[in-house]
T-cell receptor, first 114, second 112 residues
Framework: GDSVTQMEGPVTLSEEAFLTINCTYT??????LFWYVQYPGEGLQLLLK?????DKGSNKGFEATYRKETTSFHLEKGSVQVSDSAVYFC?????????????FGTGTSLTVIP | EPEVTQTPSHQVTQMGQEVILRCVPI?????FYWYRQILGQKVEFLVS????????KSEIFDDQFSVERPDGSNFTLKIRSTKLEDSAMYFC??????????FGSGTRLTVV
């Protein structure tokens, strides 16, 4: 079945450090891939997405490239800020005849210290 | 930008009581979903709903759970007799088949 595996946390970085959070997936078809962010006490917010191989999603300085050959969608940011402290979830969705379904990774907690 | 709206944002209930979590999906969306996230754990699929019926459900979605679209705009999740382990953040989402999903900001359910 479909699944997402992402790097376990927690991750602690200094401000302006480079961030990578690894994510790999298993899917039966041609999924779309997503990164969601959850700030403390809040809900899920879409950070970026990619719908086909070699697409790059980007938003707020974050980037991730859909790599079919390595079944990966790693999240990167060149210079993190304290305000980036949150839990990041990698997810995939596949279309079925009855709709779409999301599969989430376990989440990676990021803390950025000044 | 259109939003999925969930109410209430936080609900506290006593064990054994019934709760109804409410969601207003985006108006032209056709598919509706509930997910939940127990504190510190991954987000898990509960149920999907299309054409006024359940299309998929997970093993979490047992007989204590039900969903309804009572009036063409609301989409509700009912838990008949809450247990302590039902405490979680519940997320509603909606989508069109060929477009992206939108999640609501969630309802935090605390069962005491």
């Amino acid at each position: 079945g479909d699944s997402v595996t992402q790097m376990e946390g927690p991750v602690t970085l200094s401000e302006e450090a480079f961030l990578t959070i690894n994510c790999t997936y298993t899917a039966t078809g041609y999924p779309s891939l997503f990164w969601y962010v959850q700030y403390p006490g809040e809900g899920l917010q879409l950070l970026l997405k990619a719908t086909k191989a070699d697409d790059k999603g980007s938003n707020k300085g974050f980037e991730a490239t859909y790599r079919k050959e390595t079944t990966s969608f790693h999240l990167e940011k060149g210079s993190v800020q304290v305000s980036d402290s949150a839990v990041y979830f990698c997810a995939l969705s596949e279309r079925f005849s009855t709709g779409n379904q999301f599969y989430f990774g376990t989440g990676t907690s990021l803390t950025v210290i000044p | 930008e259109p939003e999925v709206t969930q109410t209430p944002s936080h609900q506290v209930t006593q064990m054994g009581q019934e709760v109804i979590l409410r969601c207003v999906p985006i108006s032209n969306h056709l598919y509706f979903y509930w997910y939940r996230q127990i504190l510190g754990q991954k987000v898990e699929f509960l149920v999907s709903f299309y054409n006024n019926e359940i299309s998929e459900k997970s093993e979490i979605f047992d007989d204590q759970f039900s969903v309804e679209r009572p009036d063409g705009s609301n989409f509700t999740l009912k838990i008949r007799s809450t247990k302590l382990e039902d405490s979680a953040m519940y997320f509603c989402a909606s989508s069109r088949r060929d477009y992206g999903y939108t999640f609501g900001s969630g309802t935090r359910l605390t069962v005491v």
